[in-house]
Nanobody, 125 residues
């Protein structure tokens, strides 16, 4: 069974950048679509970005297009989320999630069935 661990969350000033990483153990990411989601206090969990098992297909939420980029590092068994031009509205707990599938994933919470514990991103104004 695959286990996911996120890292890279931090406190950063508005306009800054962070790179989140998701590391898989117990299995490789090769057969898994992977997504990043976030949840701010009092709000529902929402999709940020996802990628197919090959890494060729990528989907982004409208609110992060042009600022965030998801990538798969097959050699290191990691998935990264590069976040640029951060704003206070990006403050949230960020979660990595995976689902074993050969199909391109939908950026939907219900699509994914393996979740990490999350990493906190806080953006100050």
């Amino acid at each position: 069974q695959v286990h996911l661990v996120e890292s890279g969350g931090a406190l950063v000033q508005a306009g800054g950048s962070l790179r989140l990483s998701c590391t898989a153990s117990g299995s490789t990411f090769d057969g898994f679509a992977v997504g990043w989601f976030r949840q701010a206090p009092g709000k529902e969990r929402e999709g940020v970005a996802c990628t197919s098992r090959s890494g060729a297909y990528k989907e982004y939420a409208q609110f992060v297009k042009g600022r965030f980029a998801i990538s798969k590092d097959h050699a290191k068994n990691m998935v990264h989320l590069q976040m640029n031009n951060l704003s206070p509205e990006d403050t949230a707990m960020y979660y990595c999630a995976a689902v074993e599938t050969s199909w391109p994933p939908d950026l939907d919470v219900g699509e994914f069935n393996v979740w990490g514990q999350g990493t906190q991103v806080t953006v100050s104004s």
